[in-house]
């Protein structure tokens, strides 16, 4: 398995032909009068994934495969990404879904490659505060009494549910 996306289950060979991801960081910027903008750092973009599929009827049905990723784009519902190797990667939606039939036969179709785009879904209610080796330590003793939750995260965060 190279990835699962919800339910769907994307082998490596031969359906994925590419996987990238694009990381960015946010800064606003403030005008000042008599000189350059000012910039202020704001924090992380979301992740955003781009995916190169084909899908050939050698190996799977091209047209429910295709139908099940259209129905999560319509849904507009997060679903957990998570590469073969049992990284999570968190919870994306499809934003962009691009299809181009390579064949069919007999009003049949046999293949076709896709370009899907997945942002990751970012999670509300919650903040971000840089962990530190004292936080770690108090987290895991009073882990049961503390209404703090531990979520995967790509970089070295905490992020704690704010009620």
């Excluded at 000189?35 to 750092?41: L, M, T």
């Excluded at 799977?60 to 998570?82: A, H, M, N, T, Y």
Aim: hydrophobic residues 35%.
């Amino acid at each position: 398995m190279f990835a699962q996306f919800g339910d769907i289950i994307f082998e490596l060979l031969p359906s994925v032909g590419g996987y990238s991801e694009k990381e960015a960081f946010r800064y606003a910027e403030h005008e000042v009068v008599s000189g350059k903008p000012r910039s202020q750092a704001v924090g992380e973009s979301l992740l955003e994934i781009s995916l190169q599929l084909r899908f050939d009827a050698a190996f799977c049905e091209p047209e429910e495969e295709i139908e099940k990723l259209r129905g999560l784009k319509k849904q507009g519902s997060p679903q957990d990404f998570v590469l073969g190797s049992g990284i999570y990667k968190g919870r994306f939606v499809i934003t962009d879904l691009s299809t181009t039939i390579t064949r069919m036969h007999d009003s049949t179709l046999r293949s076709a490659d896709l370009a899907v785009s997945l942002k990751e879904f970012g999670v509300s209610g919650v903040t971000v505060v840089k962990k530190s080796k004292r936080s770690v330590a108090k987290k895991k003793k009073s882990q049961e009494s503390s209404t703090t939750q531990s979520l995967p995260a790509r970089s070295e965060l905490y992020l704690g549910v704010v009620e």
